[in-house]
């Protein structure tokens, strides 16, 4: 059975996911002429036989491309080393020009056009590229020839035997950072830029695609609008939030002088202050030695100058440690871009919310931002989020959304992303098909927050590291003993005190608690973050002050309750965190393509 | 024909668009029990007969609330007015309490729910519920009912018999933005938490949220990968842009010290000058009248310490209008969050292409930042943007990705947004539904950069404003004439110098121009901005110092040409332009659920 290969648009280039797809693996495009590009992951040198067509010709000699290069050009190597990265272009030219040793007499390249885990074996004679030139690690090359039966005997069952090279992209290996193989995640974590072209990074990633098709596929399956909340706010939507600021006042210069000047005022004070002292002595002596009066009168008008100064000075220092006149500091804030203070973005809950009492059901998907100054695998600066209100809706209702969203990415996953699951098992853990399944087709465990507190407080065959008390947030190790140990499934916490939960969540009755869910799942704890919202003007106002927030900063919010309010609920869905328990992966830093933290933006 | 209604998850509440969807407009739903929720748009007080269940069985007298409240309650509006925001709740009271004049028998309600452009007639008895109370424009009402007949004449042919009202969400209608109706775009930008509550910014909405699906879609077919670009960055993506700093360094007080401690350093030294001066007399004085020597002595000792202390401050004024050292910023910078300087994203390309060169196909979709102080009616400060790379692809294939991605969605629209797009046609501009069309099924015109700028320099029936020379951009007259007035349908201009395009376009052989394109559409002028970006280490390298950019900040970049290096195209995609373009608007700021421009951030 033959198939005409579909070209892919946009490029002259075959998809290996579509070649390797095949129900028969891609053995019904043999004898076919395509473009392959890609990256290679792994060479070897083919020595004396020249390598043919037929399987199984040739006897071929394991070589790595540094052996190659090592062994071979010693004397070129270390002039290249000198001259270090402005080398590379000469060292391309040798590489071109210098006659291969003649047992060399081609390359076997597997390479990976980053669209699937399997990579195509490509068979490159020595006349078309010189072996050492195309080997390394991370080459990038463009190959034109004809796919046929594999010529070596291992689990490919095509490869690809060039004709024409169309594109080399050389790497300079001493600089390359993937030159070694199977890298730790923490050490790839420093090239942001190059991480995803590892087989392991590139499966992270192309899951992360997934995941994100299946949110915005089930949400507008169900109706849901896309609405894009602003990353620049002026409110702060959860109220006391570690932010960043955004603005365009602060230039480099400008906070550099600022600091010198600072120092500067103490240091002329205390020289002011004894040239005083010296200027009162020096008065006195004037006065004592019954001197000139001329000079007298000079000397006591500069004592006075200086004593004037000097109280101008002291002024100055007390208002620097002072707190700013709120005349000064707003005059200041009008001269930034928005004429007002703004931060990034650490929820959209209210902004959407907005749209929800006008549209129904929306939803949000993009980055949030916590300037939290710690370093943690699970925590990230920018984050990604999916936030999602529905107006006429109730607890109960945002609860089993919730509940029908997990199912339906995790499904989504473990049929869409068969092959990166299945090296991710392999290389990173090999749970991970069982917990998505897990999931997907398992039900859940309903428990207050009342309820989880006393269950906590019962146990006795665990200590934990930090005391439950009812009225404060369960911590990581508590959420991870009842989702892993007790219920090994997603457990839905309900109710929980109003202090631990956002100004907006709706009070219950009993006047303690509010109409917030959390779904904690083994492995990475807290995945969504629920609630009803506040409907009532005069109980949401009451709580905006019992929690101390500056209430004028919620008054468009408030709007909301004066005008047409309506029974808001919805959640925010920690998308990182799912890439965690989609991939195995233990960092959150790992399932971000750039990760920022504390201290960590280097692109 | 009678069809079950199919409950929508998560509310109780049907979806009217589901209603009026049907073939029938929703006749065969009729005699059915529903939950309905929604928001007044308008309202008609019923007098005299009872409603009933018969069609045009009652004589209506057209009322509105307004009027109503005003002729009935001249005496209790007049205190409440006095009262205020306060007299909310006594408002509230008194409509709830008051007995209902006689002839007022109920309410007929349009009622949206923001789901579709057509409204639900609710009609509501008084023993419901007071019609004062639910009548002004913006209500919220959640009503359970029978969907019957129109009781009414009119375009209507289903409504509802409220039979139980389930919740009221009353309005303040002295400060309830939207009490008018008709409002102009302008004025309901202010009100950007409610005017997504008036029709014709519904519609842009819903189309807005029809665009994004439709891009996904688009991409995801098409064999892309998403990936999350960072909206923190430390790369200035295209090299000096007025760009949004990132910081948790600069406080309030920090601000505005700063400013008083310069000022007052300048103030100092001209006080310690003048004071030199003197003090030098002083000396001479001292010296001429042959004073005691320890007051000379004590004298040219203070005359001394002066000295130095004016020459310490002139240093540090010196300092303050010149640049400041590199390591005094260095040390300042450290302190910061990411211990360097941030900014928001003014593009994601970089990043976006390092993706491509290890998974082939990628796209981001998100907003970028400009801190651009202008107001205009193109410019956001925060824009949304589609970018895509992609690796083994020259500027060819980016231009037809380009023209088919613009067909696809644009037909989308036209296939999935009829009832919105025949709103805005009627309401905005009645030509959007053909501009559609001729993107989706016409041709483009192609022309170099070099041929535009010939072509506009022949023009004599129209004067321009700017002169039109080779080497500037084409400003907005010169696109507009070549796109609404020569052409009528999109140009696509490619080869643009290389002074006016981005460091990372591919220089082209002639070394004067590089592999760029736009696409200009009529009405909204460059949609797209596209290019092949350069493969080449060197000549990427040499354009980088040409532009005099600060060459370490784009060093991951260059790795990128260092290491497997592969040819690149890619576009980025204006989204809030086009909604412009699809929805007739004039000013992107009412296309954008939260508009972000110079001056303006408001909640």
Chains 1, 2 share one sequence.
């Not at 210098?98 to 060399?104: D, G, S």
């Not at 602060?250 to 002329?268: F, M, R």
Request: glycine fraction near 6%.
């Amino acid at each position: 059975m033959e198939t005409q290969l579909v070209l892919p648009k946009y490029s002259k280039t075959v998809v290996l996911k579509f070649v390797f797809g095949q129900s028969d693996g891609g053995v019904r495009f043999i004898g076919q002429r395509v473009v392959v590009g890609g990256w290679v992951k792994s060479s070897r040198a083919v020595s004396k036989d020249p390598v043919t067509a037929a399987p199984d010709a040739g006897v071929h000699k394991d070589v790595t491309c540094v052996e190659i290069l090592q062994s071979r050009f010693p004397f070129f190597r270390s002039i290249l080393k000198v001259l270090g990265g402005a080398g590379q272009q000469i060292r391309d030219k040798l590489d071109t020009d210098l006659p291969m040793p003649p047992q060399l007499t081609g390359a076997i390249l597997q390479v990976s056009d980053g669209s699937c885990v399997a990579n195509l074996q490509v068979v490159v004679d020595s006349s078309l590229a010189p072996p050492g030139r195309i080997m390394p690690i991370g080459t990038c090359i463009l190959a034109e020839g004809i796919l046929q039966q594999p010529s070596t005997q291992g689990k490919q069952i095509i490869e690809l035997k060039a004709e024409k090279i169309l594109h080399i992209g050389t790497v300079d290996q001493d600089r390359y950072p993937l030159s070694k193989r199977r890298l730790p995640m923490a050490n790839l974590r420093d090239s942001a830029h190059f991480r995803q072209r590892t087989t392991t990074v590139a499966s992270v990633m192309r899951i992360r695609s997934a995941l994100t098709q299946a949110t915005h596929t089930f949400f507008q399956e169900n109706g849901f609008l896309f609405v894009q909340v602003p990353i620049i706010t002026s409110t702060d939507c959860e109220g006391a939030s570690e932010n960043f600021q955004v603005t365009t006042l602060s230039g480099k210069g400008k906070i550099e002088n600022q600091s010198t000047a600072d120092d500067a005022g103490g240091v002329e004070l205390e020289v002011m202050k004894v040239s005083i002292e010296e200027k009162t002595k020096q008065v006195e002596e004037l006065k004592r030695t019954d001197s000139n009066k001329e000079a007298l009168a000079a000397a006591i008008q500069d004592l006075k100058k200086t004593t004037e100064l000097v109280s101008q000075l002291e002024a100055k220092e007390k208002a620097k440690s002072g707190k700013p006149t709120s005349s000064g500091n707003k005059d200041k804030v009008s001269e930034d871009f928005f004429s007002c203070q703004t931060f990034l973005t650490v929820s959209g809950c209210l902004h959407l919310e907005s749209y929800a009492c006008a549209l129904g059901k929306v939803y949000s998907f993009g980055p949030r931002f916590r300037a939290n100054k710690i370093e943690s695998r699970k925590s990230l600066s920018e984050a990604w989020m999916v936030e999602l209100q529905m107006a006429f809706s109730e607890i109960e209702d945002a609860v089993d959304c919730a509940d029908d969203f997990l199912k339906f990415i995790c499904k989504w996953i473990l049929e869409n992303s068969t092959e990166d699951l299945k090296f991710l098992s392999k290389r990173i853990d090999n749970t991970i098909v069982d917990r998505l399944q897990l999931i997907a087709t398992g039900v859940v465990e309903y428990i207050s927050y009342t309820e989880a507190i006393e269950f906590l407080n019962e146990v006795t065959e665990k200590q934990f590291e930090t005391k439950v008390e009812w009225g404060v947030s369960l911590s990581e190790e508590h959420e991870s003993y009842l989702a892993d140990e007790i219920y090994k499934k997603p457990v839905i916490m309900y109710n929980h005190p109003k202090e631990i939960k956002p100004f907006y969540t709706r009070l219950n009755d009993d006047e303690k608690t509010v109409a917030a869910f959390d779904v904690i799942v083994p492995k990475v704890g807290t995945l969504i973050r629920g609630s009803q919202n506040e409907e009532r003007f005069n109980v949401l106002s009451t709580r905006i002050t019992e929690m101390g927030l500056a209430k004028e900063q919620y008054e468009w919010y408030l709007d909301l309750r004066r005008h047409g309010t309506a029974k808001c609920s919805g959640f925010t869905f920690l998308f990182d965190s799912l890439v965690l328990y989609a991939t195995g992966l233990d960092d959150v830093r790992d399932a971000v393509p750039f990760p920022r933290s504390f201290g960590k933006a280097n692109n």
